[in-house]
């Protein structure tokens, strides 16, 4: 057993908030039996990455290893875990294990991928184990955003690993299981290795809130409106849109659900048991016939989302459903970094339509689903393990998370995508630096984030395209002029002249003085000709285009 | 006179913040003689307008009418309020005022784009009034976040008029002139027919804080400092920039300006003699022989911008200077909505290297240089207006300040960008819906918003680029085989061949197929083309392409 060793290896979140992958082993070195701790999804961006549909972590090195691999553990639903489930099943090929709400998300994808829903086994909550090649694996019940959510107890040959998940310290969650310190104290009796924990929330420096807290406030606000109200949060948030749902019944308003993945939650939720007492919902075309102060519109879209409910009524109708002056729209949501141009103008579009917007800003209308600093100081010293790996983070948190780690007397380690740890002896130590990156499912088909398609469409979208196309006859000889199409560029330059006409121009003197040599040279002449483009574009239009040419010979 | 009329035409500004452009009228209905308060930029994001640089309110309507326009008020140095002053000068070539540090800084711009510096004329302070056509205009001294910010007075013959221009009411505000209420009271005493008040704070509910109470936060902060200290705040924020260099002072550090933008904008403020004690500062150079503990920096780039000082300093080295391992970076600054990507990005690039950041979340290092809530209150009571229109603003904000003006008692009015308003008579009307919009400059070329130009290229960046060249020969027959030019495309689609071959196969096959009515008709032809491209395209790759298509015939 000596030569065998316990390895950690983020491919995935560590480094980002997104695109969650971790990797367990145990064995020899270069043999181990390998887990995979969730596989989730990121988003993309205008700014990084257009046209891209989803991002997944890198996983070229588990798909090497897939053969060590015995199964994949998914903690809870959410995108950013079980997004990239379906999409890399061919690759892996693992069986898949998590909670039944989970398992039925989890499922859905794949049937929706054609893959077998079989692959997806429902686990049950700790204490039930389940043994996997040198692993076992528990459920440990924790609070999120979403239902049953679970931390991972991995008990492995070198000792036990307790991989929190996402998770905040709720003792009244509304739906799922409460926080119990006995039973994260029954897993840390035994001794934990290591501590791999959620970072997201390191900087908040007060105690987490419960989400039990909202229902009071939300309650008193539908039941102060005049008009229709809205809310919006994210759809997987089951026991906040119930709790919007309660608030609105209990101000006499009928509910109504809208946007697809507000439906697919709550049929999941209600599928599985977890949501049992959910007020009656009607629907959009029964809405129509209740007077729009006795309704309550619960909508996905809490980040901007442009195709989603919120943003569609925002603009106008949506499903034959209105707002109007004297309305009230509710963000019970925070505002993710990054999508705050999405959110703005829709309270913007909604306070033309003279709709009263309230957001979070108050503290009132919405908690985080993640620990805080305190919270996570009180797992450290609950769970007491030799060592605490900060996951779940940008750099920043991480390295916030370990130093909070050290500052209360124990070994943290900043482990950031790709760097293997070594978790067998007393000290982590790192075994190696695996080359890590995002894969892009972009349209159907995945692409390397740094295969230049991206960047190639960045490049057009700053600076415009041109296409050049000269014939040459079978002499070499320039067979009628040069001509332009130019797309993403204006069509007159600063010599008020067409712009494509002064391409054209400039183009066709270069051809005629250009000499055989570069005529008879592809490469020369493209080159070349790319160069004209570029050179006038910059005298005409202050900046230089991407440039295709397209050199047609008769010979 | 009775059939002269007062007017209001916000072209920018009042819709968003940004931008800003203010026309006021007096005359006979179309005969008046206009002035322009602002002449403001905005800026460009990835999201909206790829590729532009900058972003100008449509002043279609003013450039019709420059023969009646007397002149153009400036009311401070912000971009937002000045940027457009050169570039336009040239359309409008009306006199522009201000006060000496905005003047100075527009004579900067002024003279970059060849235009006489002398067209810009300084204005001094209230009680100096400005006399041009039919009005009468002051420079009312207000405290902002940056020098020499103003008010303005416009006095007319249908009455006072007080355009605050962007301000906060500070009673210590480190440079420039506290706020002075019985100044105000002074021009509130002959009675106020409108006030045009800035609404970027109104969601604001607590009351403005002084520029003065962040001073001993940083000090201390600074002073506890072990290694090198980094500083960025805008650089036109002159009393900040002082207060954190008296800081750097103060804690024995020698004094680093970094930045193009903030050496000018201190070189403005001395030389018009705003600025007179400010610590002594040394070049990068010397910063070079100096121990890194006894080091301030202060660098442009609050915003995340991606070349400017603080994103250089966070990827590697600025002018020989590297932050390090127990360095501090303290954003001194507010991020604003939309930059969130950009700030972090820099944060955990410091991270990275071992720097600690400190934000503004704590509320310690930065105060807004706009009147909150409370404040706005007291100003529509000192001023005491018949009306009170919001400006500086998304829509949201109009309508908030325009709700909390009627519940003060007062009559509010929501005119966006486009809204004419008649001041003339006791309650305002809307006289007229002019058509604005937005121009950007796109690299030296102006272009409309809506000229298709900027959503080509966003088309491009979402979908990829496409070229296709076909030639036909004197009969109308193919002369060889279509070939395709890809660009911001994957190389293979899900059938794993190349997806050039596969586009040039599909093109091929129509063109074999294509009868000779279609291939003569080169409208035709092309659609035929682009459609085969389209949908090979959608069924390899998951998205449509744009497509540009060039046939070229032999005959």
Redesign the interface.
């Known amino acids: 057993m000596s030569n065998e060793r316990l390895i950690y290896l983020p491919l995935g979140g560590a480094g980002e908030i997104g695109m969650n992958a971790y990797v367990y082993g145990y064995g020899k070195p270069g043999q181990e039996r390998l887990i995979l701790v969730d596989l989730g999804v990121a988003f993309p961006?205008?700014?990084s990455s257009?046209?891209v549909?989803l991002i997944f972590a890198d996983i070229t090195w588990l798909k090497e290893r897939a053969d060590q691999l015995e199964a994949v553990f998914v903690t809870h639903a959410h995108e950013d875990h079980v997004g990239g489930v379906a999409h890399c099943y061919s690759d892996l090929g693992a069986p898949v294990y998590a909670r039944a709400f989970t398992a039925n998300i989890a499922r859905r994808k794949m049937d929706e991928h054609g893959h077998p829903i079989e692959a997806v086994r429902t686990a049950s909550a700790w204490p039930e184990q389940i043994k996997v090649g040198p692993f076992t694996v528990g459920f440990l019940p924790v609070s999120h955003s979403i239902p049953e959510s679970a931390g991972l107890v991995i008990d492995t040959p070198a000792g036990r690993v307790v991989h929190t998940g996402d998770f905040k310290l709720d003792a009244n969650p509304v739906v799922g299981e409460p926080f119990d310190p006995d039973l994260w104290a029954e897993v840390a009796r035994p001794g934990v290795k290591a501590l791999v924990c959620d970072s997201t929330n390191v900087?908040s420096t007060h105690a987490g809130r419960s989400e039990s807290e909202v229902g009071p406030e939300i309650t008193k606000l539908v039941q102060d409106a005049s008009g229709m109200v809205i809310a919006t949060t994210f759809a997987s948030n089951v026991a906040r849109v119930k709790t919007l749902a309660e608030a609105g019944q209990r101000a006499g308003r009928s509910v109504v659900l809208l946007g697809r993945a507000m439906r697919r939650m709550i049929e999941a939720a209600t599928e599985t048991g977890i949501l049992s007492d959910f007020p009656k919902v009607i629907s959009a075309e029964e809405a129509a016939d209740v007077p729009r102060q006795n309704l309550m519109l619960i909508v996905t879209g809490s980040q901007g989302e442009r195709r989603a409910a919120s943003a569609q009524l925002a603009r106008g109708k949506y499903r034959g459903l209105e707002a109007k002056e004297g309305d009230l729209f509710l963000f019970s949501s925070k505002t993710i970094?990054?999508n705050?141009?999405g959110v703005?103008r829709i309270?913007?579009q909604l306070?033309?339509k003279?709709v009263d917007?309230v957001d979070d800003?108050s503290g009132l209308y919405h908690v985080s689903g993640h620990a805080n600093r305190p919270d996570l100081e009180k797992v450290h010293a609950l769970i007491d393990p030799q060592m605490v790996v900060p996951m779940h983070g940008?750099?920043?948190h991480l390295?916030e998370h370990a130093k909070l780690a050290e500052a209360g007397g124990r070994t943290g380690i900043l482990a950031v995508n790709g760097t293997m740890l070594d978790l067998t002896g007393n000290a982590p130590t790192v075994a190696e630096y695996i080359e890590t990156g995002r894969t892009y499912l972009?349209?159907?088909?995945q692409?390397g984030a740094l295969?230049g398609?991206?960047r190639?469409?960045?490049r057009?979208?700053?600076?415009?395209?041109v296409?050049v196309?000269v014939?040459l006859d079978e002499e070499d000889e320039p067979l009628g002029e040069p001509?332009c199409?130019t797309?993403?560029?204006?069509?007159?330059?600063?010599s008020r002249a067409a712009i494509i006409d002064v391409f054209e121009e400039d183009l066709n003197q270069f051809l005629m003085r250009a000499d055989a040599k570069t005529l008879r040279d592809d490469d020369k002449l493209e080159e070349g000709l790319r160069r004209i483009v570029r050179q006038t574009a910059k005298a005409?239009?202050?900046?230089k285009p991407?440039v295709?040419v397209?050199v047609?010979r008769m010979r």
């Open positions: 961006d205008m700014d257009p046209g549909d900087f970094p990054g705050e141009r703005i309270i913007n306070s033309e003279g917007v800003s940008e750099h920043r390295r972009d349209g159907t088909v692409i295969d398609v991206v190639d469409r960045i057009m979208a700053l600076n415009g395209h296409t196309t014939i001509w199409d797309m993403g560029l204006p069509e007159l330059g600063s005409e239009l202050g900046k991407e295709t397209v047609s």
